[in-house]
């Protein structure tokens, strides 16, 4: 793939939001697929969970793949697993089926979401990076926000079962494009081996790298608030709220658009401030607002008026986060960065799935449970970078105490 074929920006977008949209479009019809298969909250929630664990274990072991046999053969191979996925997910009679189903589907779209990122790596600098991974992460919002309202009107006009039929007709569409246009960004060396040995004692070696383990967890504990209001806002709008798919569709876009304007402020940003400083900043913003949604549950003020404005800033704050600590990441290496790349994200899944775990475990989604659980990411974020400044600030002095 040639950094300026035109085909390049639709293909990454293409990578990027079916995995996504996987999870988004069905939202809406949780509560109707719970009375289907006969299933309880805690029971449909685990498909949630399954997708987000398959999505983590897809990106640990795709990235490294992705070194030895080169992004194409693996993004095609996700792919098709993750159409085919989809299409048995439309005959399923359980919700074990369907939660496996859902664990196959995360498989196979995990490769696509990891490698359009690696590929970003392969062909541009780190000033482009950071512009084109804001472009993919608004793509990437473009899921969540459209995915609802598509799932909602297919789910009133055409039962639940339709998302993973259009699901299934999306991806295999997707996968005949991506065999025709995609070309190979990492071409295979001779040599390339998979030493699972070797891998081991790099991801050790990666675990205690001050930069790669900094970005790793300040993306996975904002990666906890997102899941922590995406995962329970089904039950939280609809149930709370009385409000109809396509009502809840709306509402939950609206919500989740803070996001995207997170991902437009780094992108007009990122000339005139430090990356760490966008990080810092964007965690404040997080810790306040889930500090006020955290005071209105305690309170029990459920008016959407204040509640939502929160939820708005907090992802806002995601939003900058997500593609500077994407950029940041790999700023410092040279060399496997399909390997660095999947275990920075399946890290940062599995901290999603763990999100989503906690909060299946309630009867019922309830503002305090969520808000809570997006205030504990929000206070780790704050003092991961807390932590992050003062060792910079050690570092000067020593350096300046050595020059003396």
Sequence with gaps: MQARNSFLLPLLMILVVIPMLATDIYLPAISFMGEDLIASHSAIMWTLTSYMVGYSISLLISGVLSDVYGRRIIVLCGIFIFALASLV??????????????FFQALGGG???????????????????????????AGLIASPILGPIIGAHLTVHYGWRSIFYALSFFSFISFGLLCVFMKESKPIELGDNLPVSNILKKYLKLLTHHEFLFHTLIISFAWTVYFSFTSSSPGL??????LSPLEYSYLFSLSISGYIFGTIFIRRNIDRMDLKYLIYFSGLIIFISTSFLVILSLLDIDSLFLLLPCIFLSLFGVGVIFPATQAGVTRSFKTDIGLISGLFYSIEMMFGAFASFILSRFSSASW?????????????????????????????VRHIKGNL
């Design 89 to 102: 997910s439309c005959f399923v009679t359980s919700v074990d089926q369907l939660t496996w189903c859902r």
């Design 111 to 137: 490769c696509s979401t990891l490698l359009a990122r690696v590929i970003v790596r392969d062909l541009y600098d780190f000033k482009s990076q950071v512009r084109v991974l804001s472009y993919l992460a």
């Design 237 to 242: 709008l609809q149930r709370i709220y009385k």
């Design 368 to 396: 305090t449970s969520t808000s809570l659980l997006m205030l504990c990411g929000a206070v780790m974020i704050v003092a991961l970078t807390c932590i992050d400044r003062f060792s910079s600030f050690r570092f000067t």
